[in-house]
């Protein structure tokens, strides 16, 4: 099962975006719920870099399929930014609910 934990600060500001484990939903190289979480992680990130030029520190270990976005706390992020995150959580959300909470959680966590 893959668990993605969403952590906003208590301003509702977005700190950091975690994925863990791998859905399990079929076997590795097939896995369609596994393959869809990471194209709607990595194209977010990606979005928020290329596009919007928002700086943040990535940790990603692809064996065991943790991805971690850590989002500095010294600027906001833009509003743009922000939306690009808001649709992640919502696709994220969506997805889960269409597989199952078998293979994806969405977690939130206030720090």
Known sequence: MTTI?????????????????HAGYAKRGDDIVCAAI?????????????????KFTETVNEETGF????FPGEKPLQEKSVF?????????????????????QVKFKEV
């Open 5 to 21: 934990e969403i952590v906003k600060d208590q301003k509702g500001a977005y700190r950091q975006i975690i994925c863990m484990g």
């Open 38 to 54: 990471s194209v709607l992680v990595i194209s977010a990130m990606n979005s928020l870099e290329g596009l919007a030029g928002e």
């Open 84 to 104: 690009l995150l808001d649709s992640l959580v919502y696709s994220l959300e969506t997805l889960g609910k269409e597989y199952g909470r078998k293979y994806l």
């Open 67 to 70: 991805m971690k976005f850590d």
